[in-house]
């Protein structure tokens, strides 16, 4: 069984640009999660998706954050404009449900550095 | 509101001796307790978990944690590390009713020494 896959996995740009993250799930898996982790800390919650709708996104900075997730399987995540506290892992994980019961399994990660 | 504490930011110990990582947490309603390891560059994975039932908790890898509701404490041990043990640990929890959303610690990095 294929892992969460996320694409770049390493990203370096200056502030105020604009930067894009890719995450494909595990097939069949209806929630899916967008962390950050910033070095030192512990991943923070940003989103999470329930098929393509969104459940919780209370702690995603929507002045300059946004996130999809078309079809429900894919998802992107985009920042715009990035400050450089926006440095920091951005993680993606996947879950058949939302319920504890069920492991989140997480991919590799997209390690953002903003200048 | 929720909240994690993970004592320890770093732990070296030597190969083959014991380790116990602590992690204690803040809530007012039940909880539902979370370990995830982290390898260098690599995402969380699952080490175990607590819902309910038995407060020692058995996961991969010969780990096992024990729940102590009174002390709000879900302390992570293996009797014996090994090198391939050296990775980040991070103790999480989620409520048991409304949105289940993980909130975690800041982690301990583990250090297992030759």
């Known amino acids: 069984e294929a892992g969460v896959a996320q694409s770049p996995r390493y990203k370096i740009i200056e502030k105020r640009q604009s930067v894009a993250f890719w995450c494909n799930p595990i097939s069949g898996h209806a929630t899916l999660y967008w962390y950050q982790q910033i070095l030192g800390q512990g991943p923070k919650l940003l989103i999470q998706f329930q098929n393509n709708g969104v459940v919780d996104d209370s702690q995603l900075p929507k002045d300059r954050f946004s996130a999809e997730r078309l079809k429900g399987v894919d998802s992107t995540l985009k920042i715009q404009p990035a400050k450089l506290e926006d440095s920091a892992v951005y993680l993606c994980a996947s879950s058949p449900s939302d319920s504890p019961i069920y492991e989140q399994y997480f991919g590799p990660g997209t390690r953002l550095t903003v200048t | 509101a929720q909240s994690v504490t993970q004592l320890d930011s770093q732990v070296p110990v030597f190969e083959e001796a014991p380790v116990e990582l602590r992690c204690n947490y803040s809530?007012?309603?039940?909880?539902?307790l979370f370990w995830y390891v982290q390898y260098p560059n690599q995402g969380l994975q699952l080490l175990l978990k607590y819902l309910s039932g038995s407060t020692l908790v058995k996961g991969i890898n010969g780990f096992e944690a024990e729940f102590n509701k009174s002390q709000t404490s879900f302390h992570l041990r293996k009797p014996s590390v090994h090198i391939s043990d050296t990775a980040e640990y991070f103790c999480?929890?989620?409520?048991?009713?409304?949105?289940?959303?993980?909130?975690f610690g800041t982690g301990t990095r583990l250090k297992v020494l030759a």
């Open positions: 809530s007012s309603v039940s909880v539902y």
């Open positions: 999480a929890v989620i409520t048991t009713s409304g949105t289940y959303k993980y909130i």
